[in-house]
């Protein structure tokens, strides 16, 4: 790999330790202050932080051509996400809901296969089928009781709409993040979609920042600051040098990590299907991306 791709798949790394830290913190806001009003206040303090920033650098100039295409990832792709994702979990359970995020690097190699037209390789395509195979067996029992009860079909449908939203904004994105940089966009794209979530606290702001306890305080900046934006420009720096069924294929790591955190931070046992589960996950995407030595083709094909 090059230089690039390799600091792309470190960076990728990096967020998927985030991220995976990052779904206790997720938890713990939402329960404590309500799905909406953590995602409202996370965005205030990202607009905060973000606007001196961009004003600064200079990074919202955009050429008028390439204008819609940013509107277009920013609302179709992160906002929608946003939106879908909090519907959905606030509706089925964590098990369920996990387990139907994992079509999202399928999606990601789907849209990149239609729309970029990068080969979905036999290694990469294995490497994505025993990682799927992998979230079956690590939320297997959480799978089982959500699905002993009545599922929200609503939840359901809004889970697998998040994913291709994400997946719309990783591939839509990809022609922005080579011409104006991983952060510009980065920028740009959480400042449009303020706009739509701020609005949504369910107490006027200054209220809801001074009812806060310490504690709340610093996970609302962990979820806003590294969670929000510096994993999603590191997965933007790696979706501009990777192909996106690669990069896709990192989301794999998410869950493992996230059940190495909760059992860290949460106190959650860890069972025989989480290790199993969680091993199969790392092998999937370690053959994804370093399959071809094992095939004996050259890396450079694989990208």
Known sequence: M????TRAALAL???????????????STAVALGPLDSLALRYVIMTAALVPVILYTGGWRIAGEDWPRLLFVSLVGLGAYNWFVNEGFARIGAGLGTVITMV????????AWAFLRERISASLFIGLVISLVGALVLFWPDLMHDTA??????GVGAIILACLAWAIYTI??????????????TVLTFLLTAPLFIPLSSKPLATAFAELSPRIWAE????ALANAFIATLMWNYGARHLKGAIVGSFLYLVPVIAVIAGALVLDEVITIWLVAGGALILAGVAFAQYGPLLLGQKMSDAH
């Open 104 to 111: 999202e690097p399928m999606m990601i190699a789907l849209l």
């Open 149 to 154: 009860n009545p599922v929200n079909g609503y």
């Open 2 to 5: 090059t230089d690039h791709k």
């Open 220 to 223: 609302l900046f962990f979820l």
């Open 172 to 185: 839509a994105g990809k022609p922005l993040f080579a011409k104006y940089g991983a952060f510009n966009i």
């Open 13 to 27: 790394i990096a967020t998927m330790l985030i991220w995976g830290a990052g779904a206790v913190f997720i938890r």
